[in-house]
């Protein structure tokens, strides 16, 4: 039976150790070994329940399923106080810029393997509190062995389970849809002309495009639309078409950034259509269905429209998938700043150096990851809600059962292009920041911060501290006072 602090006393009569007991010397050991000492005030840490809800037709209340939790996220706002404070908080920022993983010992919460997270900020209160400088930065829990360690050729890896992706998702569509009849057929080809006009909207309307890119985009599309009618019977060749289609943008959009906007408000337009959410159609065809002759056609478009809905959605992640992958290889080949005449792409005829943007920053990298997860975790969960829905509709299990290797390659595609952004961000600058003191015009700040003004090697400094900062109108004249202006200390 558990005890209350007031019953744990001890025969002598001492109770339990007070808080005060438990803190400890607060400390971060860089991943080269060096380990560096701070002063702390108030302390906090955070992390996320990775919580999934499923409601069933005709069930009150929901299943809630967990799934683990997130990474500890402990932001510290770390002192130095002395003589030589202004040199070691210096040293600190070295110690956080250090690619690999650290171990942080917390005053309060324990000891960690951490990576720096995100913006890294300095302070140093000359007037108002000399001796004393500050740093502010978020430490990030992570596991040293989460993502596969024996790659040799990350884009070898990640292109053979999307290979392996592409064949599963084009036999489960053969398999799934019913597109026998002139009526399912009719319904199959309006729907996934609904979503070409997505697709190609979406891309349009996010950002230009390389010309030779462009041009394939287009003509893939076109082969669909004009021959739609003998495509509609080979779902085979149709799913392969589309594949090629969403595979397109992962190249021609000016930067992973953009891609990656792309993809994910393609995906949520898709996941807000009529077509990809059965749950919604029940009332309508749940009366429809006959366990001696099975699904009506009604029923049938409705499941043949989820998996046309699905085909798209994952050819969408995939293409995320293939856009990163892109980035992490120049990253790779690269000196930062620089457009490489590698990230030149199949099917592409223009050398435009947009199509060979690459992560310039840490941060980049690790949002970029972020958000791939996301979208493969939003994804997963409206598949998996589809189905279910389908249960409702299918008694015969026929339309609405998963096979499951294609969701399998696609999970494996995921995890191994985010471990490699994961990789890729412990070679890349880690972001800085700095509070303006007086206004200052971008110019003398990029000369200030970068060392020069003048483009070299395809890195202009100004150009990249406008866009990094999102400065804008009367802020690309003159930056105010007070501002927050973040940088990156560049490979030389």
Request: aromatic residues 8%; contains cysteine.
């Given at each position: 039976?558990?005890?209350?602090?007031?019953?744990?006393?001890?025969?002598?009569?001492?109770?339990?150790?007070?808080?005060?007991?438990?803190?400890?010397?607060?400390?971060?050991?860089?991943?080269?070994?060096?380990?560096?000492?701070?002063?702390?005030?108030?302390?906090?840490?955070?992390?996320?329940?990775?919580?999934?809800?499923?409601?069933?037709?005709?069930?009150?209340?929901?299943?809630?399923?967990?799934?683990?939790?997130?990474?500890?996220?402990?932001?510290?706002?770390?002192?130095?106080?002395?003589?030589?404070?202004?040199?070691?908080?210096?040293?600190?920022?070295?110690?956080?810029?250090?690619?690999?993983?650290?171990?942080?010992?917390?005053?309060?919460?324990?000891?960690?393997?951490?990576?720096?997270?995100?913006?890294?900020?300095?302070?140093?209160?000359?007037?108002?509190?000399?001796?004393?400088?500050?740093?502010?930065?978020?430490?990030?829990?992570?596991?040293?062995?989460?993502?596969?360690?024996?790659?040799?050729?990350?884009?070898?890896?990640?292109?053979?389970?999307?290979?392996?992706?592409?064949?599963?998702?084009?036999?489960?569509?053969?398999?799934?849809?019913?597109?026998?009849?002139?009526?399912?057929?009719?319904?199959?080809?309006?729907?996934?002309?609904?979503?070409?006009?997505?697709?190609?909207?979406?891309?349009?309307?996010?950002?230009?495009?390389?010309?030779?890119?462009?041009?394939?985009?287009?003509?893939?599309?076109?082969?669909?639309?004009?021959?739609?009618?003998?495509?509609?019977?080979?779902?085979?060749?149709?799913?392969?078409?589309?594949?090629?289609?969403?595979?397109?943008?992962?190249?021609?959009?000016?930067?992973?950034?953009?891609?990656?906007?792309?993809?994910?408000?393609?995906?949520?337009?898709?996941?807000?259509?009529?077509?990809?959410?059965?749950?919604?159609?029940?009332?309508?065809?749940?009366?429809?269905?006959?366990?001696?002759?099975?699904?009506?056609?009604?029923?049938?478009?409705?499941?043949?429209?989820?998996?046309?809905?699905?085909?798209?959605?994952?050819?969408?992640?995939?293409?995320?998938?293939?856009?990163?992958?892109?980035?992490?290889?120049?990253?790779?080949?690269?000196?930062?700043?620089?457009?490489?005449?590698?990230?030149?792409?199949?099917?592409?005829?223009?050398?435009?150096?947009?199509?060979?943007?690459?992560?310039?920053?840490?941060?980049?990298?690790?949002?970029?990851?972020?958000?791939?997860?996301?979208?493969?975790?939003?994804?997963?969960?409206?598949?998996?809600?589809?189905?279910?829905?389908?249960?409702?509709?299918?008694?015969?299990?026929?339309?609405?059962?998963?096979?499951?290797?294609?969701?399998?390659?696609?999970?494996?595609?995921?995890?191994?292009?985010?471990?490699?952004?994961?990789?890729?961000?412990?070679?890349?600058?880690?972001e800085k920041a700095i509070v303006l003191d007086r206004a200052r015009t971008p110019i003398d700040l990029a000369g200030e911060l970068y060392g020069h003004v003048d483009p070299r090697d395809g890195f202009?400094?100004?150009?990249?501290?406008?866009?990094?900062?999102?400065?804008?109108?009367?802020?690309?004249?003159?930056?105010?006072?007070?501002?927050?202006?973040?940088?990156?200390?560049?490979?030389?």
């Amino acid at each position: 039976m558990a005890r209350t602090p007031s019953e744990l006393w001890n025969e002598s009569g001492v109770g339990i150790q007070h808080w005060r007991s438990r803190i400890r010397e607060a400390a971060y050991t860089s991943p080269k070994g060096t380990r560096k000492t701070f002063a702390y005030k108030d302390v906090s840490r955070s992390f996320e329940l990775r919580t999934k809800a499923f409601g069933f037709p005709g069930v009150p209340g929901e299943y809630v399923q967990q799934n683990s939790f997130g990474s500890r996220k402990y932001p510290l706002r770390c002192y130095f106080s002395g003589t030589y404070c202004d040199l070691e908080a210096t040293a600190f920022e070295n110690l956080l810029m250090e690619p690999g993983v650290g171990k942080l010992q917390h005053p309060l919460y324990g000891v960690f393997d951490v990576v720096p997270f995100g913006e890294v900020t300095r302070r140093d209160d000359l007037s108002t509190a000399a001796n004393q400088a500050i740093v502010e930065v978020t430490f990030w829990t992570t596991l040293r062995d989460l993502y596969p360690k024996a790659i040799t050729d990350p884009e070898n890896e990640i292109s053979s389970a999307l290979d392996r992706f592409n064949l599963a998702a084009a036999e489960q569509f053969s398999k799934l849809t019913d597109l026998s009849k002139t009526i399912q057929k009719a319904a199959a080809k309006a729907t996934i002309r609904d979503f070409l006009k997505s697709v190609g909207g979406v891309f349009d309307q996010l950002s230009d495009t390389v010309w030779g890119v462009r041009d394939t985009f287009q003509d893939i599309e076109d082969t669909i639309n004009i021959g739609m009618d003998q495509l509609i019977g080979k779902p085979l060749l149709l799913a392969e078409q589309i594949s090629d289609l969403l595979k397109a943008p992962s190249r021609a959009i000016d930067s992973i950034v953009s891609r990656l906007d792309g993809y994910a408000l393609l995906a949520n337009e898709i996941f807000g259509s009529s077509a990809s959410n059965p749950a919604t159609l029940l009332d309508d065809v749940s009366a429809a269905v006959s366990g001696r002759y099975g699904l009506t056609d009604r029923a049938k478009r409705v499941a043949n429209d989820f998996h046309i809905s699905d085909l798209f959605a994952a050819q969408a992640l995939s293409g995320a998938i293939l856009s990163t992958l892109q980035s992490t290889t120049d990253a790779q080949s690269s000196e930062l700043g620089a457009s490489t005449a590698s990230g030149r792409t199949a099917g592409a005829e223009s050398a435009d150096p947009r199509v060979s943007r690459t992560f310039l920053t840490k941060t980049d990298a690790i949002a970029s990851a972020d958000a791939l997860l996301t979208l493969s975790e939003s994804y997963t969960a409206w598949r998996d809600a589809g189905f279910t829905a389908l249960g409702g509709i299918d008694k015969t299990g026929i339309y609405q059962s998963d096979p499951g290797e294609a969701a399998a390659e696609l999970r494996r595609a995921v995890a191994l292009a985010a471990g490699n952004l994961v990789e890729v961000s412990f070679t890349l600058a880690p972001e800085k920041a700095i509070v303006l003191d007086r206004a200052r015009t971008p110019i003398d700040l990029a000369g200030e911060l970068y060392g020069h003004v003048d483009p070299r090697d395809g890195f202009d400094p100004v150009l990249f501290l406008i866009e990094t900062n999102g400065l804008s109108g009367e802020e690309r004249l003159e930056v105010p006072r007070g501002h927050k202006v973040k940088y990156y200390e560049l490979a030389a």
